[in-house]
């Protein structure tokens, strides 16, 4: 399996001269013969560097670290969404996955819009018609396919251990927590997860733990994109979007591809 140098999620970079600004600033400066995780969370990127040290190549360390984020940190990556991994081997072969979100099929040029052509409520901003179909999953597991090492199975359990077994919040999460009560009646759904029972907010230190997630994660572990797109997590995303004002389908989940596609250079 081929070496890789600076995929999406991980990317390795080497400034000498900015050495004395990190010390001035009271950043201590990093160096590492095998490689380096960077990631907004410290548990996500403890993932992908355990992943690493396992014997897995940088794709691999990437996709652990990636869904270790959709639990700890999901504003900075999640299943729901969507991206981009450009990969650069050291034999020069250079190649990008684009799994973008796509529009649903029953999306159209006008429906944001008011009678007065203007956007109307925020639709296309807040909501479920703002969401579109989400390729994560799909994006990962195809550059695992081509690029990765380790069995995917393994890349999961860092994430797996997190939803099912928890980790402590952060203050990075603490916005989110002060929206999600803010708006606690637009979106009950997530207030259940990441508020207590009492409605009061996570402090600091304390566990967070997703069942739900965990079981999602899981179904991805044991069928790949397969367990999220078709199945029980398709009919549970479709459920949803019918019951409150959504539009995503089992059908558009079942069509979703990731691209691989030529790198643009300038």
């Known amino acids: 399996m081929k070496k890789i140098y600076t995929p999406l999620f991980l990317i390795i970079v080497c400034f000498a001269p900015l050495f004395s600004t990190f010390a001035q600033s009271g950043r201590i400066p990093v160096s590492s013969e095998k490689g380096i995780v960077t990631?907004?969370?410290?548990?996500?990127?403890?993932a992908g560097a355990q992943i690493l040290s396992d014997?897995?190549?940088?794709?691999?360390?990437?996709?652990a670290t990636a869904f270790a984020l959709a639990v700890t940190l999901p504003s900075a990556g999640n299943i729901g969404g969507g991206g981009f991994l450009v990969y650069r081997g050291e034999d020069g072969t250079e190649t990008t996955f684009n799994f973008r979100e796509k529009a649903p099929l029953a999306a159209t040029e006008t429906m944001y819009l008011g009678e007065d052509g203007k956007v109307k409520d925020n639709s296309n901003h807040d909501g479920l018609l703002a969401v579109g179909v989400p390729g994560t999953v799909a994006g990962l597991y195809k550059a695992h396919q081509k690029f990765g090492k380790l069995d995917w199975k393994d890349l999961l359990k860092p994430a797996l251990k997190l939803a099912k077994k928890g980790y402590p919040v952060s203050e990075d999460m603490q916005w989110f927590f002060k929206w999600v009560k803010e708006h606690k009646d637009d979106y009950a759904s997530t207030a259940?997860?990441?508020?207590?029972?009492?409605?009061?907010?996570?402090?600091?230190?304390e566990i967070l733990v997703q069942k739900d997630l965990y079981k999602t994660l899981k179904r991805i572990q044991k069928h790949g994109p397969?367990?999220?797109?078709?199945?029980?997590?398709?009919?549970?995303?479709a459920d949803f979007m019918a019951k409150n004002g959504g539009i995503i389908t089992e059908e558009d989940l079942a069509r979703y591809e990731a691209e691989e596609m030529k790198p643009i250079k300038g």
């Open 39 to 46: 990631s907004s969370h410290k548990l996500a990127s403890q």
């Open 55 to 63: 014997g897995g190549n940088a794709v691999d360390a990437s996709i």
């Open 192 to 205: 259940e997860i990441f508020l207590k029972e009492d409605g009061s907010l996570y402090k600091n230190g």
């Open 226 to 237: 397969d367990g999220f797109y078709k199945g029980k997590t398709a009919e549970l995303l």
